[in-house]
């Protein structure tokens, strides 16, 4: 599913293009995406309002709204979705999970159905949920009591206090959302390679200037996927098959289920003696 990259990614495609435009109309229709509420619930509440502000906090995206009240519009992108802005131009705005195919930003390709979201704008221009596999999610005023602190964001005497500790796998604790928020699959892998560090390791053992080294590779990885286009164009990604080789020394690439989740990770460089 879309990581932190990819949910940043969208969010500043809101910032850039979706903000401070009248809404004049919402299609909310898709019972299942829009769940738990129902056609016209949220068109009720956001047409003639104004999307103030677009934040994020690890995979999860909210929109500050215009008028009274502290009420929010909240966006997941679910496994593969993006967010396309229409200026009022006629351009096009986009960002979310890296294209696969049909992305939505030619309509004329695109099945009607999988724009499972729309703000339609005053000046003529678009706001559009695109995710062809209906995993996606808007509602309103989303609840985020159980999202930690936002992976990209998190100082680093935070980050050693909540990583550092107890016998889980270092990778599970990684992808743990209460505990860091944003980091998915592909990105722990990516992390722990950087870092030359065995995603099996029991994250208490890690001294203070491990997990110092840790939250630096995170910061540095992450920010990179950002500046790219999404995790998809980190080192280690493209090796992360049968047959793969580490792109740093050579050596096999191994796999395995760590936390449940698909790992791999070098031969030579991240396998300790167990």
């Not at 930690?148 to 743990?176: H, M």
Request: aromatic share 4%.
């Amino acid at each position: 599913m879309p990581e932190l990259p990819e949910v940043e990614l969208a969010r500043s495609t809101i910032e850039e293009a979706g903000l401070g435009r009248t809404i004049a109309d919402v299609d909310d229709a898709d019972d299942w995406v829009c769940r738990p509420h129902l056609p016209g619930e949220i068109r009720e509440v956001l047409v003639g309002r104004r999307l103030t502000a677009a934040h994020r906090r690890g995979k999860t995206m909210w929109c500050d709204l215009s008028g009274d009240g502290d009420r929010r519009l909240g966006l997941h992108l679910g496994m593969s979705g993006r967010i396309i802005v229409r200026t009022n131009d006629g351009g096009t705005v986009h960002g979310g999970d890296p294209v696969r195919g049909v992305d939505g930003t030619d309509e004329s390709v695109a099945k009607p159905e999988w724009y499972r979201f729309t703000l339609a704008f005053e000046d003529g221009g678009s706001l559009r949920l695109f995710d062809k596999r209906r995993l996606g999610r808007v509602r309103l005023d989303p609840d985020l009591g159980d999202v930690g602190p936002d992976a990209g964001e998190i100082g680093v005497k935070e980050f050693r206090e909540r990583v550092g500790r107890g016998t889980a796998p270092l990778k599970a604790r990684l992808l743990d959302q209460s505990t860091l928020a944003g980091v998915g699959n592909l990105l722990a892998d990516e992390i722990l390679w950087q870092a030359r560090e065995d995603p099996h390791r029991p994250a208490g053992e890690l001294t203070a200037d491990e997990l110092t080294a840790l939250h630096k590779t995170l910061r540095t990885a992450t920010r990179a996927a950002i500046r790219h286009g999404g995790v998809h164009t980190g080192e280690v990604i493209g090796s992360r098959h049968k047959g793969g080789h580490c792109p740093r020394c050579g050596a096999d690439m191994a796999t395995g289920q760590v936390g449940g989740r698909t790992t791999w990770w070098c031969t030579a460089e991240q396998q300790r003696p167990r």
